[in-house]
């Protein structure tokens, strides 16, 4: 008796096993990379500042340094737009880039102006007066591996700022999409 009754908890015992596996169900998908060649973003060493010349301390209306460079307005005589080199595969690149740069005086003091940047872009360097404005999150694509980006911006009037020179950094990002 002991014996048909072990055989058969050993019965029931396997049948659970079975149906607890059958319960089991699996799944897989494919993983996949593309390889395309580095991306490189390299600041020209013609253009490499943004630069809005000599200001007055009451400047009577918005400094506009166009990133096209055809329409300037309350600048100094003396300006320059940065410009920025892409270089990769002929695909889609991610710009982003700071909504605005604090320009802090130099020298120990505590004033501060805001910058807000005007980027426009192109796949020749020879058409920054024709590039189209690209916004922060926006996608350009390459073009025989190459993009150009030009950095311009604005100040909002001046009103009794403080003398001396401002400084402040400009920050960009590119990448894949």
Same mark, same amino acid.
């Given at each position: ?27 897989? *998908?494919?993983? =996949? *990379? ?14 490499? *500042? ?41 695909? =889609? ?31 020749? =360097? ?52």
């Amino acid at each position: 008796m002991k014996t048909i009754l072990k055989s058969v908890l050993t019965l029931a015992l396997a049948s659970g096993l079975v149906l607890a596996a059958q319960a089991q169900k699996a799944s897989t *998908a494919q993983a =996949s *990379a593309t390889i395309l060649a580095d991306l490189t973003i390299d600041l020209d060493v013609t253009q490499n *500042a943004i630069a809005f010349g000599n200001l007055s301390a009451n400047t009577p209306g918005n400094v506009v340094l166009d990133a096209n460079g055809t329409s300037n307005l309350n600048t100094g005589s003396v300006t320059n737009v940065a410009r920025f080199d892409l270089a990769g595969a002929d695909a =889609s690149v991610t710009v982003s880039y700071d909504p605005t740069v604090t320009l802090t005086i130099t020298g120990g003091g505590t004033a501060t102006m805001v910058m807000t940047p005007q980027v426009v872009g192109d796949a020749l =360097s020879t058409n920054q007066s024709g590039a189209l404005a690209v916004a922060s999150g926006s996608q350009v694509t390459l073009s025989s591996g190459l993009y150009f980006l030009w950095v311009g911006g604005t100040i909002p009037q001046l009103n009794n700022q403080t003398t001396g020179s401002y400084e402040g950094t400009f920050n960009i990002n590119v990448e894949y999409n």
